[in-house]
């Protein structure tokens, strides 16, 4: 994986950046996502079907979890951050092709974390973007802290993220951020 940022660093630099999480409440409203210079998706959040509440582009694809290249290439872009240290579920794809978020940042939230606890990648990917990345504007849409669950899959109570903890880590994070906007539908 590259572990120099520079490159998504200088794709990244004076943008107007969309973050979409994957909670189920974010289907409840139209958006116009497709305005924003770049959109960041997570994990499995594939568009299709859904353009009308989550746009239809994927610039960059944050990632925790195992995605085929063909998933990659068919439904995301060509941007892949790989978000956590543990690289058990890496694919050779994402290896050969991703970005690595400094694993150093990894372990600084979850050293604040409750015991038996993760990040979720929601919290990192933003964490990457408030301590990496100089964006001219950042919304975030489709974080409810898994009061909705998650809309690509039925697992609805996520016990390794702390929804309540992660709530506030993330506030704390964004409070003196005027250029941040959390949007919670």
Known sequence: MVTDLTEIQNYLKDKQICLLGNARSILNTPKNIDKYEVII???????????????????????????????????????????????????????????????????????????DTLPSTGCLVLFFLLHHIEFKSLTV?????????????????????PAEFEKGFIETMISTKSNVELIIE
């Open 41 to 115: 998706r997570m994990n499995r959040g594939v568009p299709k079907g859904k353009e009308k509440f989550i746009g239809s582009r994927t610039d960059i694809l944050c990632t925790s979890t195992k995605n085929s290249q063909y998933e990659i290439e068919e439904f995301f872009a060509d941007y892949i951050i790989w978000m956590t240290k543990d690289r058990k579920l890496v694919t050779e794809y994402i290896n050969n092709n991703a970005i690595q978020n400094p694993p150093e940042d990894w372990q600084r939230i979850k050293d604040v974390y409750p015991k």
């Open 141 to 161: 849409f489709g974080f409810d802290f898994m009061k909705s669950g998650t809309w690509y899959h039925h697992i609805m109570n996520q016990k390794w993220h």
